[in-house]
């Protein structure tokens, strides 16, 4: 029912106000991608944090089974603590329809049923491993059509919860005493037995009516009554179907093949044979991807046929896309332990190929498989799985080399990995001193030199390293990153600078060197701009007895020719992060802030309110992100990378970089204050509470926003309610930039996004699929953002899981009008959906047709069916 191990996108599971449960992508003991929630708040007393889990649908079952693996930090030697137990609670709500908001059901016990308090066998302190505990919990009779799982820290622990299963059981369809049995679900307690009749397979009728009983562990027992084959048929060895019978030819027969096929029977059946059976198939099989290595896992059969020798087998098949036209594999894959003749329930499948579609068959079988298989039966025992790989990470970076030296800097070139696997989005650069080079004065400050693990990112196969001590040798080593991850780095090269008397050539004085594309673009609009004020100023002089009225318009049309035309710079383009910050952002002296309350948790660290009191201005209040501590030099990156993409920004409907925080600690990002928080909570919170053109108005705001930022060249990726703020005005703001990326010159053009996960219900399905954005995909996220608007916040898709949504959008399926939602506005959505993306219309056309909506109401009197 729940699997959060398949999560392809963030759970976005809804948690109480002000609690501190953070969900992040962490590695679980297999070092497998997970998405996780933690919480650890044992500085502060009187924690009350909860967290609740999607709507999840319990298909008729009247027990439920809860999976938790989890680790716990030791309270032991834990400094400044507050409250620290080893615990968390564990509850549960029934009802009808998923039905729950951000206040109800009330974040209180009362309100939940308690399962149980969970506690840790295993707990890890400084320096040991993060022991892993599972614990396994029933919940039962459930009466309602499906539940919630809510998950309280109360007590203070120091706990992540790394994978949450939800599952009932059931007993599989089944062949038995020549009847056939339909799958039938265990019932509400553990020691029930549930009835089921059986039909007679076909030549077979009713003898005894055949019945079988289903118990709690989903395994069938206590048979009564069987079918009995008519005449002209025999039952097989199984007794699951009736076989034309055959005539004895021959009572007695002492020929020498008669005695051979007599001792064959002696030397390989057993006395208590005829009682035994082929095993049935194996069930709850299921996969686990990663990159281009699928870990498979089954359970083993219900029917094991009663023998004591039961292994099992893998078949491998490629598919076309949909898994279909399989063929058996023909390219070599590594089978961990082995192919056949397996004994344990698990197999790696690994160097299998990128974005491929697999189907795997695991068999299972005994010593009565083979004999019932020359006898012409056809046992159903094995099962099958689809799987779809994902793209593999780069080899090597090859031929890492040093093309010219000074005493304070290094020119390095490389040649691309001969397995790319994909696109390159970038390089790694990794500059370490020799250890020789780290000096015992070093180790006595507790400081290393400031050239120690400096790692710098670029796009391109070259990088000039600045900013290195004089007469030093350096281990320099590169690798390729896809959306995959990182590859291998390549073999260390060793490089030592020159002396400081050596002549360094002028154009390598500079340690961060520009992008000459970036250079030749911003020449070109410079001169733009000089050309076109030049041209104004001239209009002016010579046109001087125009009218005052008519030089305002032409320096509007000008303004806004210039404003249309501004474009969009990616700071990873640049090697200095800092430049990029220094020159998009405005600094902020910490002392001018003022942080008042924490009102959630982001990406990066805590989201506050707070005050912003600068020279000479007003009070305001503000938003303000900081970066948690402990953070690494990717997250620091990412951090200041959103805010150099802010910073880039001007427009009423895309929220505003106030400045940042880099010259204190902690690093702070500052962002005008939007009263009314998220549009999906607020339109959740005033269900039906505004009219059709107030719906329309916040539509509105959204496209003109990103109408503004496609115009610049740039894909937002993660356009979502969510995503959207909305302030005391009404007025709706694109943010979240996070996952954004830019695109190339050309606006309909693609690029690879970043590795990671993709929000597949805001997704186009050529972003799904190939993992490439455009200006095109964002239409279609909009789209599903008129759909939230329009239902008042509802969950796109409801309760689909991410895999039937990329099968059902797939397909051809569309989301249905919401209720009472005007006939027109279902049409522009379903244009934002067109399966084509060059039919999709832009948002500039989208803005259009919403201004027309406003300006003429009477077209959105017809309801969509």
């Not at 206040?103 to 308090?117: H, L, M, S």
């Not at 400081?447 to 000039?464: E, F, I």
């Not at 694109?734 to 190339?744: A, H, N, P, Q």
């Not at 991410?802 to 009472?820: C, I, K, Q, S, W």
Request: glycine share 6%; hydrophobic share 35%; net charge neutral.
């Amino acid at each position: 029912l729940l699997d959060t191990r398949t999560a392809l996108s963030d759970l976005g599971w809804p948690k109480s106000q002000a609690s501190k449960w953070n969900e992040v992508t962490g590695d679980d003991e297999n070092q497998n991608e997970r998405r996780m929630h933690y919480v650890c708040q044992i500085t502060q007393a009187n924690q009350n944090n909860w967290l609740r889990t999607e709507y999840i649908k319990v298909d008729g079952a009247r027990r439920i089974y809860i999976e938790v693996r989890f680790t716990i930090r030791s309270c032991e030697d834990v400094p400044n603590v507050a409250t620290c137990k080893e615990t968390f609670n564990l509850y549960y709500y029934e009802t009808d329809r998923d039905e729950a908001t951000t206040t109800f059901p009330p974040w209180r016990e009362g309100a939940y049923i308690k399962v149980d308090t969970i506690a840790a066998d295993q707990r890890f302190g400084p320096g040991s491993d993060k022991e892993v505990n599972f614990e396994k919990r029933n919940i039962g009779p459930i009466s309602k059509n499906g539940i919630y799982l809510a998950f309280r820290d109360d007590t203070g622990a120091c706990v992540a919860i790394m994978h949450v299963k939800v599952y009932y059981k059931y007993c599989g369809e089944t062949l038995m005493n020549l009847a056939s049995f339909s799958r039938t679900v265990s019932g509400p307690q553990i020691t029930s037995l549930v009835e089921a009749r059986g039909s007679c397979v076909r030549n077979a009728g009713d003898g005894r009516y055949p019945s079988l009983h289903c118990d709690g562990e989903g395994n069938w027992t206590v048979p009564t009554g069987t079918c009995v084959c008519t005449a002209g048929y025999e039952p097989n060895f199984s007794r699951t179907q009736c076989k034309v019978g055959r005539r004895i030819q021959r009572v007695f027969d002492w020929s020498p093949q008669a005695l051979k096929e007599f001792r064959w029977v002696l030397a390989n059946f057993t006395v208590d044979y005829f009682n035994l059976e082929p095993p049935t198939k194996v069930v709850n099989l299921y996969s686990v991807v990663n990159q281009t290595s699928v870990n498979l896992n089954w359970e083993r059969p219900l029917n094991e046929g009663g023998r004591d020798d039961l292994t099992y087998s893998v078949q491998c098949y490629r598919c076309q896309s949909g898994f279909v036209a399989c063929v058996a594999c023909s390219e070599p894959a590594d089978y961990q332990p082995r192919m056949s003749g397996l004994t344990t329930t698990q197999v790696f499948v690994h160097n299998l190929r990128s974005y491929a579609f697999y189907r795997f068959k695991i068999t299972a079988t005994n010593a009565v498989t083979n004999v019932a298989v020359a006898s012409g039966e056809q046992p159903h025992n094995y099962a099958i799985v689809n799987v779809e790989t994902n793209q593999a990470a780069p080899s090597a970076v090859l031929n890492v080399r040093s093309s010219e030296a000074g005493s304070t800097y290094v020119m390095l070139r490389w040649d691309a990995p001969s397995s790319i696997n994909g696109n390159i989005l970038d390089y790694e650069v990794t500059v370490n001193p020799s250890r020789s080079q780290i000096t015992l004065q070093h180790l006595a400050n507790g400081k290393l030199p400031a050239s120690v693990s400096r790692t710098n990112r670029t796009t391109n196969q070259y990088l000039n390293v600045g900013g290195l001590e004089p007469t030093k040798e350096y281990s320099i080593k590169v690798r390729a990153r896809t959306m995959a991850g990182f590859g291998p780095y390549s073999q260390p090269i060793k490089i030592r600078t020159l002396d400081g008397t050596t002549s360094t050539p002028t154009h390598q004085t500079n340690s961060h060197t520009s992008d000459p594309d970036i250079l030749h673009l911003t020449i070109a609009i410079g001169a733009g701009v000089i050309l076109v004020i030049a041209t104004v100023v001239i209009a002016v002089i010579i046109m001087r007895y125009i009218a005052y009225l008519h030089l305002l318009l032409i320096l509007e049309f000008i303004l806004s020719f210039q404003s249309n035309h501004k474009t969009y710079i990616d700071p990873t383009t640049y090697e200095d992060p800092q430049r990029a910050v220094s020159e998009f952002t405005k600094e902020i002296d910490a002392s001018f802030i003022k942080i008042e309350q924490v009102i959630g948790a982001g990406e990066f660290g805590e989201v506050c309110r707070g005050r912003l009191q600068m020279t000479n201005k007003n009070e305001t209040d503000v938003a303000i992100k900081t970066l948690k501590s402990g953070y690494s030099t990717q997250q620091k990156l990412d951090f200041l990378g959103e805010a150099s993409i802010m910073g880039q920004f001007d427009h009423p409907n895309v929220i505003r970089l106030e400045g940042v925080v880099t010259k204190s600690r902690p690093l702070m990002i500052i962002t005008e204050f939007m009263e009314n928080g998220s549009l999906d909570v607020f339109l959740r919170n005033h269900d039906n509470g505004f009219t059709v053109i107030q719906l329309v108005g916040i539509l509105r705001n959204i496209a003109a926003g990103m109408k503004y930022l496609s115009d610049m060249g740039y894909v937002h990726r993660d356009l979502a309610a969510r995503n959207i703020l909305v302030n005391a005005q009404l007025i709706c703001k694109v943010s979240d930039f996070g996952m954004s990326r830019v695109l190339e010159e050309d606006s309909d053009a693609a690029y690879t996004a970043r590795g990671g996960k993709i929000p597949i219900r805001w997704t186009a399905p050529e972003a799904f699929t190939y993992r490439k954005f455009t200006s095109a995909s964002d239409v279609w996220s909009y789209g599903i953002v008129m759909w939230e608007v329009m239902s008042y916040g509802e969950r796109p898709y409801w309760g689909m899981s991410n895999r039937d949504v990329m099968n059902a959008v797939e397909t051809g399926y569309r989301l249905p009008a919401p209720m009472d939602c005007p006939q027109v506005q279902h049409r522009l959505m379903l244009e934002c959906w067109k399966k084509d993306r060059n039919q999709r219309p832009k948002f500039g056309q989208i803005v259009s047709s919403l201004d027309k909506m406003l300006r003429d109401p009477s077209q959105l009197k017809a309801k969509a069916n």
